[in-house]
């Protein structure tokens, strides 16, 4: 079965800190995704890597960054939190092309 | 650039009734996936069907396809409460082979 870890299923931090989630799959898979999901607006796609050191912007990319330096891990930082990236932050891989993707159990992070 | 939309947002039914979901899409599409996702975790993948599909059986589900008016349908059948959880579509972005745009969901309340 394909696992999808995410490092913290919850998170709270503080405004203006540098925050990491960070995320690790064991099926080398090429793609990898971050997303968040808030009620009434479903999940919006942060930003994509199809590949090491690859990544492509998502819908909301705006006060993010990712770093994928090696295959089965991706991070998505957030330079500097607001109390606006209070959310629930999903990570998803999957094989090359239109395949299932295959997600980690999310990190409920909190920005107070 | 939401893609998918899925009727009702919410759905009541009883234990061992049929459960309908509907999704509807803009853009031409090669394949739709539906997702279910229990509270507090993550998404898992239930289903892949292909344009060139009409219906697709897996276990209790079954999905249908109508390209020419842009829809799909997930029912589950004799439900149970186990199958309380939100239900998602979700299609190719654009002509992108990589990325999936999720819809809001439905969430499907089972009662025992």
């Known amino acids: 079965d394909v696992k999808v870890t995410q490092s913290s299923r919850y998170l709270v931090k503080r405004t203006g800190e540098k925050v990491f989630l960070e995320c690790v799959q064991d099926m080398d898979h090429e793609n990898m995704f971050w997303y968040r999901q808030d009620p009434g607006l479903g999940l919006r796609l942060i930003y994509f890597?199809?590949?090491?050191?690859?990544?492509e912007k998502g819908d909301i990319p705006e006060g993010y960054s990712v770093s994928r330096e090696k295959k089965e891990r991706f991070s998505l930082i957030l330079e500097s939190a607001s109390t606006n990236q209070t959310s629930m932050y999903l990570c998803?891989?999957?094989?090359?092309?239109?395949?299932?993707?295959?997600f980690g159990d999310g990190t409920r992070l909190s920005i107070l | 650039s939401q893609q998918g939309e899925e009727d009702p947002q919410a759905l009541s039914i009883q234990e061992g009734e049929n459960a309908t979901m509907n999704c509807s899409y803009k853009?031409?599409?090669?394949?739709l996936q539906w997702y279910r996702q229990n509270s507090g975790r993550g998404l898992v993948h239930l289903i892949l069907?292909?344009?060139?599909?009409r219906e697709k059986h897996s276990g209790r589900l079954r999905v249908t396809l109508d390209t020419s008016k842009k829809s799909s349908s997930l029912l589950i059948t004799a439900s149970r409460a186990a199958d309380t959880a939100s239900y998602f579509c979700a299609t190719p972005w654009g002509g992108a082979t990589n990325k999936l745009i999720f819809g809001t969901g439905t969430l499907l309340a089972v009662q025992p």
């Open positions: 998803a891989s999957s094989q090359a092309g239109n395949q299932p993707q295959h």
């Open positions: 853009t031409s599409i090669n394949n």
């Open positions: 069907i292909r344009s060139n599909e």
């Open positions: 890597s199809y590949d090491v050191k690859m990544k």
